[in-house]
């Protein structure tokens, strides 16, 4: 799943350009451990991931893209309560860290 995603991010035209400085090999692996203690609870995730995007120059428009492309590749590749799952803490990521951005007045 974070290959696919990455994979489709990279090329995308919003999206892309906010991954160009990307070290791969480092990143990744990051990558692979956040969504495994997300979703599979193995605690292997160790950060703060937002302190890592804070000041990036991401608007609601990048938040709404990764979203709807996350919930793309999940889809494409996964069904089920764990799928629906991993599409909802997504969405709660992006809104936590858009309204922590003052890109939105409250959570949702």
């Given at each position: 799943?974070?290959?696919?995603?990455?994979?489709?991010?990279?090329?995308?035209?919003?999206?892309?350009?906010q991954?160009?400085?990307?070290?791969?090999?480092?990143?990744?692996?990051?990558?692979?451990?956040?969504?495994?203690?997300?979703?599979?609870?193995?605690?292997?995730?160790?950060?703060?991931?937002?302190?890592?995007?804070?000041?990036?120059?991401?608007?609601?428009?990048?938040?709404?893209a990764?979203?709807?492309?996350?919930?793309?590749?999940?889809?494409?590749?996964?069904?089920?309560?764990?799928?629906?799952?991993?599409?909802?803490?997504?969405?709660?990521?992006?809104?936590?860290?858009?309204?922590?951005?003052?890109?939105?007045?409250?959570?949702?």
């Amino acid at each position: 799943m974070v290959n696919s995603f990455y994979d489709r991010a990279k090329t995308d035209p919003l999206l892309g350009p906010q991954f160009s400085h990307i070290k791969w090999s480092t990143h990744l692996p990051i990558m692979y451990r956040f969504w495994s203690s997300m979703i599979l609870g193995e605690r292997s995730y160790q950060g703060n991931p937002f302190q890592r995007h804070i000041n990036l120059p991401l608007g609601e428009e990048h938040f709404t893209a990764w979203v709807n492309l996350f919930t793309q590749v999940v889809n494409d590749n996964f069904s089920g309560e764990k799928a629906d799952e991993i599409k909802m803490r997504a969405q709660g990521i992006a809104r936590t860290f858009q309204y922590k951005m003052k890109l939105l007045r409250q959570p949702l």
